[in-house]
């Protein structure tokens, strides 16, 4: 006969706590990210270790680690995540709808390009819903790596960071200025130039920003902020109340007749957005629909899944 226990099987909320403690290396970024407080998420941890009977977690001032006991449950926990995923997509898809494609992207691509590249492929994703987050490259990185977010496009300006990552557009970063400024007819601006001038800026962890901020470094130049602002779109605006020069991604000015872009002279500030997908992508179809419409609507060359892994035997 079959033996029996009393012990309880795990929560899915014990098991999201572990695997993103885990992934995030702390137990209060993990809480932030679930959505809950640290002392809740401390209460689940320890839970599990209860219904485990072993110790999980390794805790120190620099974070949380897996133990043996922890890195073997992480193992199977993943996978259980994973089938009830695909265990919601299919009773989704039973009651007549579907689940919500997840885009991040970086401000500047949610403004100006995300737009009319859904607009394009409207009909390949006809009767997908699409839920859009917009926040700063680094940002968009994590979600995709937590899994909340299915596909993400993200600012480079180094293509090896992300081999193989099909490239959604080209971008430079500029000098973003009102047609009625001094400097809009030229051909370029100086780095010295923009150290002796207050100026419109992105917030400090926008990629733009960090780009802009990595060169002046190199230069032994700084930065002088007039204001910093979470959005391009905010930017451009605030360039053109204050009369004063921005710095941002070129892409700001599609469509905008207010606002033309000049380089900076002797640095060339050229970066792409390319597409980035979570892990476990090719298991649900409407992502890969999803992925592969954006990049026909833009241009690119989609590459094909990666076969799913044999089962083991």
């Known amino acids: 006969m079959p033996t029996t226990t009393s012990v309880r099987r795990p929560e899915l909320g014990e098991l999201e706590a572990l ?11 993990a809480a932030r990210r679930l959505g809950v407080t640290q002392p809740a998420l401390s209460k689940r941890l320890r839970q599990l270790e209860a219904v485990c009977g072993a110790r999980l977690l390794e805790r120190s001032p620099q974070g949380v680690v897996a133990t043996p006991a922890g890195s073997r449950l992480a193992t199977a926990a993943l996978r259980v995540l994973d089938e009830v995923t695909l265990l919601d997509d299919v009773i989704a898809e039973l009651r007549g709808q579907s689940a919500p494609v997840r885009i991040a992207s970086s401000p500047v691509v949610a403004d100006r390009l995300l737009p009319e590249l859904l607009a394009a492929a409207r009909h390949q994703l006809s009767g997908l819903p699409i839920e859009l987050t917009a926040a700063n490259s680094g940002v968009v990185r994590r979600l995709v790596d937590t899994g909340a977010a299915d596909l993400g496009i993200v600012a480079t300006d180094d293509p090896a960071s992300d081999p193989g990552a099909p490239v959604i557009a080209t971008d430079r970063v500029a000098v973003v200025l009102g047609r009625d400024h001094p400097w809009a007819g030229r051909d370029s ?24 901020d990595r060169v002046m470094h190199e230069r032994g130049l700084q930065i002088h902020p007039l204001v910093e602002l979470g959005s391009s779109a905010a930017a451009v605006s605030a360039a053109l109340e204050t009369g004063h020069p921005a710095v941002l991604s070129d892409l700001t000015l599609r469509d905008d007749p207010r606002v033309v872009a000049v380089p900076i002279a002797g640095v060339d500030l050229a970066r792409l957005f390319v ?8 298991h649900r179809p409407a ?18 899944p990666a076969p799913p892994a044999p089962p083991a035997s």
Request: cysteine-free; overall charge negative.
């Open 275 to 282: 597409l980035i997908e979570a892990d476990d992508y090719e």
């Open 19 to 29: 695997i993103t403690a885990l992934r995030t290396g702390s137990i209060g970024e």
């Open 189 to 212: 601006v100086t780095l010295e130039e923009l150290a002796a001038t207050e100026l419109v800026l992105r917030d400090p962890r926008s990629h733009a920003r960090l780009v802009v």
């Open 287 to 304: 992502v890969v629909r999803a992925r592969t419409a954006l990049l026909t609507a833009a241009g690119a060359t989609p590459a094909p």
